[in-house]
Nanobody, 122 residues
Framework: QVRLVESGGGLVEAGGSLRLTCEGWGGIFSSKTMGWYRQAPGKERDLVAT???????RYGESVKGRFTISRNEARNAAYLEMNSLKVEDTGVYYCHAAGVTERRRVGFYEYWGSGIEVTVSS
């Protein structure tokens, strides 16, 4: 069964850094797009960053210049380097994969991770 597993979250002081990792397991052959979304308490889930094969990365306005997304296609993994963290970066970060092809069935699929908490203290 395909799943996305996030790691690397936690508690950090404002101005600090964290690196999130998302790995796809369970027979993923490839993912056209992988990315990160976050949901702050009481708010909707918003784009943080996405990276589509062959395209430039896309970032949410609030994280431009501070966050960097990267991928390792061989590992079906995506990473989010978060620097100069602010209190408003606090939330649950979700890994997302779209245009996923699998070893066991035909077609393109979309998956979400279960989310990982990031808390930035002042």
């Amino acid at each position: 069964q395909v799943r996305l597993v996030e790691s690397g979250g936690g508690l950090v002081e404002a101005g600090g850094s964290l690196r999130l990792t998302c790995e796809g397991w369970g027979g993923i052959f490839s993912s056209k797009t992988m990315g990160w979304y976050r949901q702050a308490p009481g708010k909707e889930r918003d784009l943080v960053a996405t990276l589509t094969l062959g395209e430039a990365p896309r970032y949410g306005e609030s994280v431009k210049g501070r966050f960097t997304i990267s991928r390792n296609e061989a590992r079906n993994a995506a990473y989010l380097e978060m620097n100069s963290l602010k209190v408003e970066d606090t939330g649950v970060y979700y890994c997302h994969a779209a245009g996923v092809t699998e070893r066991r069935r035909v077609g393109f699929y979309e998956y979400w991770g279960s989310g990982i908490e990031v808390t930035v203290s002042s």
